[in-house]
């Protein structure tokens, strides 16, 4: 990987990690736990490019909600604990487990998404028009 890549990786991980803008990278992400701002409190950034969509579900069920099924039977399987202690540790272990993951792992979709300029399918209009709106307040500030 070259030195780009890694501080391009670097930034989308800090950036959803800590919930920051991935422009300044000081101005805030979300609005509320998982709402994405509409723009940037400090550098104006326009977040409707901002489509994590179902990614965030996808990405924890996979990487947490799945080895955490997989732990929970192998208690059962192992221990052979009462079916109600099962359910007792399974619920909420798999409700916190699968909801803490949600923010940063949007946090990243969305930075990924701004840093790698990643367009959905059918939003190129709509990234024009952001374009050409950004150009042209560049173009009115004459320090800029
Ligand atoms: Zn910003």
């Not at 052979?80 to 202690?85: A, G, H, M």
Request: hydrophobic share 45%; charged share 25%.
């Amino acid at each position: 990987m070259i030195d780009h890549e890694k501080s391009k990786a670097k930034a989308i991980f800090e950036a959803g990690w800590k919930g920051h803008c991935p422009r300044c990278r000081q101005g805030r992400m979300f609005q509320t736990w998982l709402k994405i701002q509409d723009r940037c409190e400090n550098c104006d950034l326009d977040y409707r490019f901002a489509t994590p969509d179902d990614g965030p579900a996808f990405f924890s069920l996979c990487f947490v909600a799945f080895p955490l099924l997989f732990f929970v039977v192998w208690l059962q399987v192992v221990l052979e604990l009462p079916v109600p202690l099962v359910f007792a540790i399974a619920v909420p272990l798999m409700a916190i487990g699968c909801l803490l993951p949600l923010r940063p792992v949007k946090g990243w979709l969305v930075a990924s998404q701004y840093l790698n300029q990643a367009v959905e399918a059918g939003t190129k209009k709509l990234w024009s028009e952001m374009h050409a709106r950004e150009d042209e307040a560049k173009r009115d500030t004459p320090d800029s």
